[in-house]
């Protein structure tokens, strides 16, 4: 009798968080994350084997940027060949502005204002070319930069070093100490977290609408009084800050910056996360980036040696013919399926009773 | 003048390869309305079985070209067959995605097949130069250059005078109108698959000797050829292969006269700013559009 009221209590406070997170997605978000850096945590100590770190890293660089690439395939139909190449803008540019002598933040900044600016300008390409033609203009963009990238003197020929990076001019953090990659890591996992946040805001904005606007019919967008060059240059650079971002945070967490992996098929692989995590949806980035790169690190890698590549290319063509929406989706049509049974099971009871 | 007379040569080889691989490009875009991004690793495969017959049973390249053609023309029924017509209804980005997924399959799986060593694949005729002006001139470039401007003509003379050639010309313009009037719109496109796949191949096979045979060998060739496309214009079937004269030659005589490393650079650039100005290559239309 005596814990019933603590027991009523504790079932409110969980009810009234409940709703908390049902009214606000962010909050979702923001578990998300905080889950990851637990998760973070326990590799650091060694509950988890600790290269899991290091793989999830990855997996956190790729959900960003298959979130910004989201933007621009699932909710505006334009799709881009250079989305890897950013990464490298923002990785690369943020080694070269700390080596100029700038303080980190100054130089993601300026890393990540330079790749917006070639993002804006193949939007505006993107006003007079369209379909095929743009996504070739896009490849054009990823050849420019990749020369850039490999024979620029400041780059360094094969990579950059950055070493020991100062965020906020006080905190050191080093990848070679265990406990200080775990505080990158779990910086990593919060940037995603409100990155996540950023594109929920994007989609469910006015903007968000006027993509998916345009992905549908240009002609009736345009009708409807979108302006079709606006968006399509918004849309362009989101997803290139995004890109830029990850390569910040690849850039703060490897500490160094190689020069040649930013070519197609990384592009390739980030397009197969998008497309196997399912366009439209958040969660499914992370998904598909755990699918395509975490599971063939983690546990095909062991089994069968490096079959990264083919396993990403054999789902992604098994996704498209299949399953077009995505893995994301899985559970809509699990809960879908669930509800069908129950209803199914009342229905007979039902029958059952009149009879 | 010698000096620019090579680079004629040289820029008359390479874009003869470019313009193997763009045909096989607009072949497949204007019969399946998607774009091969995997058609260089078609290529490269189909290089790989070329070159692991020779270096294990030490036949000639005479001979293993033809082993080469024929596993490609069987490499492009089977993706047209198990993947391509599958997906006849999934949109067109999802379309060009699969090949992307293609890319990704065939590099993949080549170490597996073929180890990680790369190959080497020899010349078609192995020695012999002429002096033209000062430039020597391989007997090599002039027979790959000969076959690939003759199988070229070959392609375009059947797609404008024979009945298959019609065949192909009705199913670019409009696949379901054509697939009504009776014309077998699924046999057009496989073979359009199998002879892309084999002009791929033959590509890979010319540009091999300069390299080795390995899984990034057609990855130039490939970009260079969607470059071709794009700036040459898909709405044709001789305009991309122009442009791939052009874009060689540009290329090397930018490398030649500017710059080594920015020549490349220099060329994109300027394609593109041209495709600004001019969205649909030098010799396309904007396509007539029905709201």
């Known amino acids: 009798m005596t814990d019933k009221p603590k027991e009523n209590k504790l079932l409110e406070y969980w009810n009234a968080f409940a709703t908390l997170v049902k009214r606000h997605p962010h909050v979702q978000y923001l578990i998300f994350g905080l889950v990851l850096v637990l998760f973070g945590y326990l590799s650091s100590v060694g509950v988890l084997p600790s290269y899991y770190n290091s793989v999830f890293a990855y997996i956190i660089i790729f959900t960003i940027v298959a979130l910004g690439l989201n933007l621009l395939l699932g909710f505006s139909g334009l799709i881009s060949l250079a989305s890897s190449s950013f990464i490298g803008v923002g990785a690369l540019g943020t080694g070269v502005f700390l080596n100029l002598g700038l303080p980190f933040e100054i130089a993601a900044l300026l890393a990540i204002v330079s790749a917006a600016i070639i993002g804006s300008l193949i939007g505006l390409l993107s006003s007079k070319i369209s379909g095929i033609y743009l996504a070739i203009s896009t490849l054009f963009i990823a050849e420019i930069l990749r020369q850039i990238f490999t024979s620029l003197e400041m780059f360094g020929g094969e990579r950059l070093d950055i070493g020991t990076v100062e965020l906020l001019g006080f905190l050191e953090l080093s990848r070679n100490s265990r406990a200080q990659r775990f505080y990158l890591f779990a910086i990593m996992a919060i940037v995603m977290a409100v990155m996540m946040m950023v594109t929920y805001n994007i989609i469910k904005s006015r903007s968000g609408r006027a993509f998916m606007g345009i992905s549908r019919s240009e002609n009736s967008a345009a009708a409807m009084g979108i302006s079709p060059l606006k968006y399509r240059v918004m849309a362009f650079t989101i997803a290139t800050i995004f890109a830029a971002v990850a390569g910040v945070l690849y850039a703060l967490y490897y500490q160094n910056a190689p020069t040649r992996q930013w070519g197609l098929l990384q592009s390739l692989t980030i397009i197969a996360i998008v497309v196997v995590g399912g366009f439209k949806s958040i969660y499914g980035m992370f998904l598909g980036a755990f699918i395509i790169h975490g599971l063939s690190e983690l546990f095909l890698k062991e089994l069968l040696g490096d079959v990264s590549y083919i396993f990403s290319g054999i789902l992604l063509i098994v996704v498209i013919l299949f399953y077009p929406k995505g893995v994301a989706h899985i559970w809509v049509d699990i809960r879908k399926l669930y509800y069908k049974f129950k209803y199914r099971n009342k229905e007979k009871d039902v029958i059952k009773d009149e009879t | ?291």
């Open chain 2, 1 to 291: 003048m010698d000096n620019f007379l090579s680079i004629l040569f040289n820029s008359l080889q390479t874009g003869s390869v470019y313009a193997l691989a763009a045909l096989a490009i607009v072949l497949i875009f204007r019969t399946s309305k998607t774009t091969n991004f995997a058609q260089g690793s078609i290529g490269t495969l189909n290089a790989y079985v070329g070159a692991l017959v020779l270096s294990s049973w030490g036949w000639s390249i005479w001979a293993v070209a033809p082993v080469s053609i024929l596993t490609a023309f069987l490499t492009g029924v089977l993706i047209d067959t198990f993947i391509i017509r599958p997906a006849a209804k999934v949109n067109r980005i999802a379309k060009q995605i699969i090949t992307l997924g293609l890319i990704m399959i065939i590099t993949g799986i080549t170490p597996f097949l073929f180890g990680v060593d790369p190959y080497q694949l020899p010349r078609f005729i192995p020695s012999g130069s002429v002096d033209v002006l000062g430039a020597s001139l391989r007997f090599n470039t002039v027979f790959t250059v000969l076959i690939s401007l003759v199988l070229m003509g070959a392609i375009f003379w059947f797609i404008q005078k024979t009945k298959w050639g019609l065949a192909i010309r009705v199913t670019a313009s409009n696949e379901v109108t054509s697939k009504l009037m009776g014309v077998p719109t699924k046999t057009v496109t496989m073979m359009s698959w199998a002879t892309a796949a084999m002009l791929g191949t033959l590509a890979a096979l010319i540009i091999a000797p300069s390299g080795s045979v390995n899984p990034n060998m057609m990855f130039n060739v490939q970009v260079s050829a969607f470059f071709a496309g794009v700036f040459g214009g898909f709405q044709t079937f001789y305009g991309p292969v122009l442009a791939a004269f052009i874009i060689a030659f540009a290329r090397n005589t930018t490398a030649f006269y500017v710059t080594d490393i920015w020549g490349d650079v220099l060329v994109y650039m300027v394609i593109l700013v041209f495709l600004f100005f001019k969205p649909y290559g030098i010799f396309g239309k904007a396509p007539v559009k029905k709201v």
